[in-house]
């Protein structure tokens, strides 16, 4: 079995600052990470993925996550903020042993505020 | 590369009727997409998994009959949901998981289709 919970189902920041979403996972396997952002009305995009290779994963638009596999997390962060990260951001884990099956976090509202 | 599309984008439809969605990997083959759906301000629930030239694997709690699936190649997977109702209103998008290439067994997902049962 395979979850993940995400701590926070809103997050406000001011432009520039920095962002911390916060996301814990539970597998029964090796899990692949991954951070997905959806905008209104929009499918989802993939920001980054953790697969087992290093644990600070760089994705797109300055985003970054770490696998911290001693506390179950994956935070996704990012230095300073834009208006244009105001979206909804979904922490996703899948499991080998789960088919390759992705289960869905409930997801976080970013706002970013001027 | 590695786009998936769907369409109608959204569509809006009397109670009793059916009706059809489409996704296609554009540039890609998969023999396996997901169809999920999304109500207003949730996550994501996966519905199940279309395998292409075989039945699709319903998740549980939801109705095979009333949510068929078909996935005749490897490009194209529709969903088609009879008899809707209101409470089947919400967002719908598939996901291909490529099959071979640069981007094998990697997910794409599509842009999301809004039904609206009236």
């Known amino acids: 079995a395979q979850s993940v919970t995400q701590l926070d189902s809103h997050v406000s920041v001011s432009e520039g600052t920095p962002v911390l979403l916060r996301c814990n996972y539970s597998?029964?396997?090796?899990?692949?990470l991954f951070w997905y952002v959806q905008h209104p009305n929009k499918g989802l995009q993939l920001l980054l993925k953790?697969?087992?290779?290093?644990?600070l994963v760089k994705g797109i638009n300055g985003f970054e996550a770490e696998f911290k596999k001693s506390e179950t997390s994956f935070h996704l962060t990012k230095p300073s903020a834009h208006m244009s990260d105001a979206a909804e951001y979904f922490c996703?884990?899948?499991?080998?042993?789960?088919?390759?099956?992705?289960?869905f976090g409930t997801g976080t509202q970013l706002k970013v505020e001027l | 590369g590695a786009v998936v599309s769907q369409h109608p984008s959204w569509v809006i439809c009397k109670s009793g009727t059916s009706v059809k969605i489409e996704c296609r990997s554009l540039?890609?083959?998969?023999?396996?997409m997901f169809w999920y759906r999304q109500f207003p301000k949730q996550s994501l629930m996966l519905m199940a998994t279309?395998?292409?030239?075989?039945?699709?694997?319903?998740e549980q709690g939801v109705e095979k009959d009333k949510f068929l699936i078909n996935h005749a190649s490897l490009t194209l997977s529709t969903l088609t949901v009879t008899s809707a109702h209101p409470e089947d209103s919400s967002f719908y998008i598939c996901?291909?998981?490529?099959?071979?290439?640069?981007?094998?067994?990697?997910?794409?997902f599509g842009p999301g289709t809004r039904l609206t049962v009236l």
């Open positions: 597998s029964s396997y090796s899990p692949s």
């Open positions: 279309s395998n292409e030239g075989s039945k699709a694997t319903y």
């Open positions: 953790y697969t087992s290779a290093a644990t």
């Open positions: 996703v884990v899948s499991g080998t042993g789960g088919g390759n099956k992705l289960t």
């Open positions: 540039d890609f083959q998969a023999t396996t």
């Open positions: 996901s291909a998981r490529s099959s071979s290439g640069a981007h094998y067994n990697e997910q794409f």
